[in-house]
């Protein structure tokens, strides 16, 4: 299975200011179409995930432009700009490359 | 507008089974694969298995398999986890999800969960 890390584990930051996390995975997330299966999801508490991002770097409908997604082949970022309170949750990155699909282990923003 | 509302979680005994279903609206159910991800107490999430839109192909979790089925009901719009041998390490939320779409496996659209939990 492909092994998704993302660091930090927590990441404690102002309002207003930006945070970037990490994802990296054991293999290659470059799928036989040119394409890659990389994704970030946002889970704010006691609520269900929400997709970001998909393929690496497109924000989904709804998503603030403050968030953004980079990198490639093993390496990738999230970025978000100008935190607002509404962000504190645990961000996942997961890869639907390869089967079975895998999750990054999450990291918590906080204020 | 998609909506995924799953039930059928509760308290069960190590062994036991249980049958989960998603029922879905706002979208054409048959033309989407559907999957299941879970979320153990304060922990990450994790896949556990896929269903083709026609139900001919399903997928599996190692940690699952030979204990649980996925199966749908396309004229009822519902996606069901058939769960037996239940083991404490099995106690989760319980997501149904979907992809944006069709032709994908990816889980880009989730319900609201429900809590299995098993303990004697």
């Known amino acids: 299975d492909v092994v998704m890390t993302q660091s930090p584990l927590s990441l404690p930051v102002s309002l207003g200011q930006s945070a970037s996390i990490s994802c990296r995975s054991s293999?290659?997330?470059?799928?036989?179409?040119?394409?890659?299966?990389l994704n970030w999801f946002q889970q704010r508490p006691g609520q269900s995930p929400r997709r970001l991002i998909y393929?690496?770097?497109n924000r989904d409908s709804g998503v603030p432009d403050r968030f953004s997604g980079s990198g490639s082949g093993t390496d990738f970022t999230l970025k978000i700009d100008r935190v607002e309170a509404e962000d504190v949750g645990i961000y996942y990155c997961m890869q639907g490359t390869h089967w079975p699909l895998t999750f990054g282990g999450g990291t918590k923003v906080e204020i | 507008e998609v909506q995924l509302l799953e039930s059928g979680g509760g308290l069960v005994q190590p062994g036991g089974s249980l049958r989960l279903s998603c029922a879905a609206s706002?979208?054409?159910?048959?033309?989407?694969?559907m999957s299941w991800v879970r979320q153990a107490p304060g922990k990450g999430l994790e896949w556990v298995s896929a269903i083709s839109g026609s139900a001919d192909s399903t997928y599996y979790a190692d940690s699952v398999k030979g204990r649980f089925t996925i199966s749908r009901d396309n004229s009822k719009n519902t996606l069901f986890l058939h769960m037996n041998s239940l083991r404490a390490e099995d106690t989760a939320v319980y997501y149904c999800?979907?992809?944006?779409?069709?032709?994908?496996?990816?889980?880009?659209?989730w319900g609201q969960g429900t809590t299995v939990t098993v303990s004697s």
């Open positions: 293999q290659s997330l470059v799928y036989s179409d040119g394409k890659t299966y």
């Open positions: 706002g979208f054409t159910f048959s033309n989407y694969a």
């Open positions: 393929q690496v770097s």
């Open positions: 999800a979907k992809p944006k779409v069709t032709g994908s496996y990816s889980v880009d659209v």
